[in-house]
């Protein structure tokens, strides 16, 4: 696990939208001086992708998992933080390297009856990237990656509409669509959860063979455990727009520290009446992401909340000292393997007051 | 991609070098999917006997637009005069078609006018009127709608204010406004018509594209690289295509309809023939009290008919843009 073998860097990235958008509202906004209210979608979300490697991001509807996978192949400007692909910054990247990271960075929708353009032929749908990046022999390409998705032969799906397939079909043409250009790495939002329960295994067999014979790395982006567990070499799982815990897939499924990830594992439902697990069920709602709670944004619904420091300080993601694996956690349960002391901070923080955690979280203009 | 060729991992790899006698002929496979998708809409479209028989009588009023000059039998804005004396008619002629021994079809108009010609000519003037009336509304409206959709934000304010404004104008004082100014021609209430008409296509193109736009196909070609043009024209455009040629066939109607009503309360162009302009005379003649209804009933019938043929057909688009309703 060398450094030089990591593909794509991913540090401190932040997606905020606006809420409130239209140009009345902004105008009375500027009128009376206030301050626009944000969406914080991906709030600072720090990992590495390396080469080869499948990353899953887990958690629940609306934890920002989508978003951080949109930022990942630039369907978003980040608000801040940044990317770092073959260690250049994309933020600082000339049109030529975007051109060239466009290639490289391909991205595989949830639904495949939305993700595939009605009008087109599965032959334009599959030859359209290439077409845009000036790749020569399209035919013979768009033939072999229709063909590696194991629609065979490929000539008979070249004139036909994406309403002629059925379901599997079509989330095999968006693979091929994604293969085509050759990519480096891949985002795979939700990939198989509109499919039939019968068409999963197909296709997830095809996802597994991509990685394998691609040499991809892979993000997947699912709120299925079980289907990550098969599928990833290493988990994250986020929760309100940060992750709260990373780390190598058998290590968090069996071994989950931060209560979230352990109440996560456990609403999974095991297909073995006789086995007792202990339920951890979580109380309440996913909190506020417009108005951001001080401290841990869990704290609300954590069966193990510990009073003050979990309310006023952030924990941050780190390597944590009594938990002995290579495993990341953002929880004040455990004590910090880098000397990080949160209670030196509550102090702190209860003499300087709560102003210093506005000016820190004022996103720039989006 | 220069590393997966190193480590031989790409399926893509002995593709790379030559191209390959293989590629299909792009322009052949285009034609021929065009062909296909409009052999198929116009078997949709002709599927229900309405709007056969709404083509049937669109083409018929097209030929005789066409041919005019060799329908007609006379010049639609020459007086006509009585007998050998040359006396200009009193009142008006009966229609030879009821039996009067006058040898006009359709009799004449007070002013001395062939009424026969004068329908045969003003066939003219609303076929015009509402094809170039319909393409430029079609056309800036989709244009407008998919750039205000697409690029959202300031553009999609402006434009949006803009025909927000083009809203607040009433039709009939805008028209008399630019006619007065312009001045009475009929190209000048086309122009009229377009600027008032082309708003309503703009607001519902740019309701589309912005759902559009949403749509994970348009983000996978922005993943795949693709340009704001390449989407535009693309992937937008395809999509809200039906719809254009939808209002671009209701926009024939609604524009014939409108210049009729414009030349009937007066400000129609004294020297062309439109079934407007004919109404107007009659009104003015007041030929409804003196029951020369062969004056105004003819004209009113040709507006009627092309009118609904119109919205039949765009009806009958309707359910190809639209497969619910079928």
């Known amino acids: 696990m060398s450094d030089d073998d990591v593909l794509l860097e991913v540090d401190n990235l932040k997606k905020h939208f606006k809420v409130n958008e239209g140009w009345i509202a902004s105008l009375l906004q500027s009128v009376s001086g206030g301050e626009p209210d944000y969406v914080h979608a991906v709030d600072g979300v720090s990992f590495e992708l390396r080469e080869g490697e499948t990353l899953g991001l887990a958690g629940e509807s609306g934890c920002g998992k989508t978003t951080t996978g949109m930022s990942l192949v630039k369907l978003h400007e980040p608000t801040a933080g940044d990317i770092e692909y073959d260690d250049k910054r994309l933020s600082e990247a000339s049109d030529a390297e975007l051109k060239e990271f466009r290639q490289n960075a391909q991205m595989i929708f949830q639904d495949p009856f939305e993700s595939l353009n009605p009008r087109m032929t599965v032959y334009d749908i599959v030859a359209e990237p290439l077409r845009i990046h000036d790749i020569r022999n399209e035919t013979a390409r768009v033939q072999r990656a229709l063909e590696f998705a194991e629609l065979e032969p490929a000539e008979q799906y070249f004139d036909q509409y994406p309403h002629e397939l059925s379901g599997g079909q079509r989330q095999r043409v968006a693979i091929a669509r994604a293969l085509v250009l050759d990519p480096d790495f891949i985002v795979a939002d939700e990939p198989v959860s509109m499919l039939d329960v019968s068409l999963r295994a197909g296709v997830l067999s095809l996802l597994d063979r991509m990685t394998e014979e691609f040499g991809l790395s892979v993000v997947y982006i699912s709120h299925d455990l079980s289907l990550l567990r098969h599928m990833c070499d290493r988990l994250a799982i986020m929760y309100m727009g940060k992750i709260v815990e990373k780390g190598p897939t058998d290590q968090i499924i069996e071994n989950p520290q931060h209560p979230y990830t352990q109440a996560l594992i456990n609403a999974v439902p095991v297909p073995d009446p006789d086995v007792g697990r202990e339920r951890v069920e979580l109380q309440g709602e996913v909190g506020d992401v417009i108005d951001i709670p001080t401290g841990c944004r869990f704290k609300d619904r954590c069966p193990k909340h510990m009073g003050e420091v979990c309310d006023k300080v952030v924990p941050p993601l780190e390597q944590k000292a009594d938990v002995d694996a290579d495993q990341d956690i953002a929880c004040h349960l455990f004590e910090s393997a880098e000397g990080y002391d949160p209670y030196e901070e509550l102090e702190g923080r209860s003499a300087a007051s709560d102003a210093s955690d506005d000016t820190e979280s004022a996103p720039a203009d989006d | ?326």
């Open chain 2, 1 to 326: 991609m220069a590393q997966e060729e190193q480590t031989g991992r790409s399926i893509f790899t002995d593709l790379d070098d030559g191209t390959s006698d293989e590629e299909i002929n792009k322009w052949q496979r285009t034609f021929r999917l065009w062909r296909e998708t409009l052999r198929d809409h116009w078997g949709k479209l002709t599927d229900e006997l309405s709007v056969k028989l709404s083509l049937i009588t669109v083409a018929a009023f097209v030929l005789i637009g066409i041919f005019a000059p060799f329908i007609a039998t006379h010049e639609p804005l020459t007086r006509q005069y009585q007998g050998e004396a040359e006396i200009l008619i009193d009142k008006w002629a009966e229609p030879s078609i009821l039996g009067a021994d006058s040898g006009y079809i359709l009799g004449t108009t007070a002013e001395g006018f062939d009424i026969f010609s004068q329908l045969v000519y003003g066939t003219r003037a609303a076929l015009m009127v509402g094809l170039i009336a319909a393409v430029f509304t079609a056309g800036i409206g989709t244009l407008v709608g998919l750039v205000a959709g697409y690029y959202g934000g300031k553009v999609d304010d402006a434009l949006m204010r803009l025909v927000d404004f083009l809203y607040g104008m009433p039709l009939l004082p805008t028209v008399i406004v630019l006619v007065a100014v312009l001045g009475p021609n009929l190209w000048n209430i086309i122009f009229a018509l377009i600027i008032l008409q082309w708003r309503s296509t703009a607001r519902v193109i740019r309701s589309q594209s912005l759902s559009l736009r949403e749509r994970p196909f348009v983000k996978a070609a922005e993943v795949a690289g693709a340009g704001d043009w390449h989407i535009i024209s693309r992937h937008l455009a395809p999509n809200v295509l039906p719809l254009t040629f939808l209002y671009g066939s209701f926009g024939i109607a609604w524009a014939i309809l409108a210049e009729a009503g414009v030349s009937f309360i007066g400000l129609g162009d004294p020297n062309t023939v439109s079934w407007g302009t004919m109404l107007q005379a009659s009104r003015a003649y007041s030929a409804l009290q003196f029951g020369a209804w062969w004056w105004f009933v003819p004209p009113g019938i040709c507006i009627g008919l092309l009118v609904i043929s119109g919205f039949l057909i765009g009806r009958g688009y309707e359910e190809i843009t639209n497969p619910k309703l079928q």
